[in-house]
């Protein structure tokens, strides 16, 4: 029993020194190709067995000839297990070549396309991550387009809307400086429609830059939503009975919400607002409200004949307005836009489809 732990003893002390050798190898080459890496360990693992084996036959004090005998097989399982790992080291980083190569064409703004058989778990975990990430990318740049040209149609259209009134504004001031204008409290009151709707459409930009920028603060509590919906309809009426058109809110469950009261105000009044201007005279806008397994659900149904399929998408994005008319009152198309981001501060959602003669736009919420 002693000479079987002397002999692992020697064993365990030649192996231990290779061993050390080999982790200061691996540390000076931690930098190089793998194919070194994998060399250095089979080179170790042999190593050692070999150190070990002559640390014990020393001990043993064995023969010259089965000390070369043993030698000889280490040596011969040396040449294997290098060329084993060469091999593999090469495989596995011509293979590694090819995954940078196509993760460099996504980073160029391509798409990732996966090289096909990867020779390791790993390597196949990482190909399926970085297809994952290519198609985020794209997605984001989808949207990074999407969103600067809606920024850009939107400084367009907003120059032209603020440059249309400015004019008007200029001429009746100089009518009514030089005395020219017949009936100068006409003027004043056009005056003052064009500023305040000039107004309007900057406390809409205000908004969405606060929403945009991540600093719209919101002040929750909790709130009927029958009380919210009524007072929203009370808010409009005058502009329905303008417009010829009849309001109906009969469908409005009693349920609480926890929301800021101001700003939800604000979402049903846009959206109503703009049913109002797109459902045409003797038309009907209808509010309805219920509990779903999603939450809260409000819904404002108008009579505007549907919207094309293909702008269904971009309906809350800023600047949309559904039409290629930039007269008054069609507003500056920021409505919507601060009514999705309102909604989806509140941890909601806001969505539009069509239905038969108009289109209803729903805002889910969380239920209180």
């Not at 190909?127 to 984001?140: I, M, V």
């Amino acid at each position: 029993m002693n000479d079987v732990l002397l002999i692992a003893l020697f064993a365990f002390l030649g192996a231990a020194a290779a061993g050390l050798l080999g982790a200061g190898v691996l540390r000076l080459l931690r930098h190089r190709s793998l194919v070194v890496s994998l060399s250095v360990v089979a080179g170790v693992a042999v190593t050692a067995m070999l150190a070990g084996t002559l640390t014990v036959a020393r001990a043993m004090f064995l023969s010259s000839h089965d000390l070369y005998v043993v030698t000889t097989v280490v040596a011969m399982a040396a040449l294997v297990s290098l060329a084993t790992a060469v091999l593999l080291g090469r495989w596995v980083a011509a293979h590694s070549r090819e995954l940078t190569l196509a993760t460099r064409s996504f980073g160029d703004g391509g798409t990732f396309a996966a090289p096909v058989g990867q020779p390791t778990a790993e390597l196949a975990e990482l190909a399926r991550e970085l297809a994952a990430t290519s198609a985020k990318l794209d997605s984001s740049r989808e949207r990074e387009r999407a969103l600067e040209t809606s920024r850009r149609e939107l400084v367009a259209w907003i120059s032209h809307d603020l440059r249309t009134p400015l004019a008007g504004l200029r001429a009746m001031a100089e009518a009514l400086e030089d005395g020219m204008a017949a009936d100068s409290g006409r003027y004043l009151r056009q005056i003052r429609t064009e500023v305040e709707r000039m107004n309007g459409m900057v406390g809409d930009l205000f908004e969405l830059s606060r929403i945009q920028a991540g600093s719209l603060t919101l002040t929750p509590a909790r709130i009927s939503l029958y009380d919210l919906v009524g007072d929203a309809l009370a808010g409009v009426d005058p502009l329905a009975r303008e417009h010829g058109v009849r309001l109906i809110g009969d469908r409005i469950d009693e349920v609480p919400v926890e929301v800021d009261g101001k700003e939800m105000s604000r979402v049903l009044g846009n959206l109503l607002i703009n049913a109002i201007r797109r459902t045409p005279p003797d038309g009907t806008v209808a509010v309805a409200a219920h509990r779903s397994a999603g939450g809260v659900v409000l819904s404002v149904t108008d009579g505007c004949g549907g919207i094309p399929e293909e702008d269904l998408p971009r309906v809350f994005d800023t600047g949309w307005r559904g039409s290629h008319a930039r007269t008054p009152p069609a507003g500056a198309g920021l409505g919507l836009a601060i009514v999705r981001g309102i909604v989806e501060a509140h941890a909601g959602r806001a969505e539009v489809r069509n239905v038969q003669g108009g289109c209803c736009f729903s805002v889910t919420l969380p239920a209180a």
